[in-house]
């Protein structure tokens, strides 16, 4: 994505966050809206940390229904971004060892924390049926987007309002 698509990205999923309904709905609503207008962005997430257990929960998503609900930090691309609590940028996850396939169309994923407070209260997960299609740019609009999530995303951890089993509406 260009610099100036970022930017209308960024404005118009702000303007999705501020929409009125309860966390997990916004949440939802972002994920849906990501994944629908940019085009790289086939299944869009959120986990949700429950730092006790240092696990990772399955929260509001868009895409297909995935088998990992919960992900022990370390675990994967989405536990090693929960453990090192950093921006995980994978090109290629053929090439990745710590892996957890979602399905076999994916190609590429970021994983991006969501902090509250100075800590990790979840994170953005997206994966790509594209090789290596997340940017810099990606990353700054992911990054800026986990900033503006970061109340809405402790609102519905730790324990996830997301019941197992659901397919990523809002129960
Ligand atoms: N691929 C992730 C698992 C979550 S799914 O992409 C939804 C990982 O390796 O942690």
């Known amino acids: 994505m260009t610099d100036s698509q970022r930017h209308i990205v960024l404005a118009e999923a702000s303007a999705v966050l501020r929409e009125i309904g309860s966390a997990g709905m916004r949440l939802h609503r972002l994920c849906d809206y990501l994944r629908q207008y940019v085009a790289a962005y086939d299944w869009v997430g959120f986990y949700l940390a429950v730092p006790g257990e240092r696990v990772l929960v399955l929260g509001p998503f868009s895409g297909a229904p995935t088998d990992h609900l919960r992900i022990p930090y370390g675990r994967g691309v989405c536990g090693q971004a929960a453990a090192e609590d950093r921006t995980i940028v994978v090109p290629d996850v053929a090439q990745e060892a710590n892996y957890l396939a979602c399905s076999v169309h994916v190609k ?58 659901a397919t990523g509406e809002p129960g």
């Open 108 to 165: 590429s994923e970021i994983v991006v924390p969501v902090h509250y407070h100075g800590k990790l209260a979840g994170e953005i997960d997206i994966d790509s049926h594209s090789s290596d299609a997340f940017s810099e740019q990606d990353r700054l609009l992911l990054e800026e987007l986990a900033l503006e999530c970061s109340e809405l995303v402790n609102e519905v951890a730790p324990g996830g309002w997301y019941p197992p089993g």
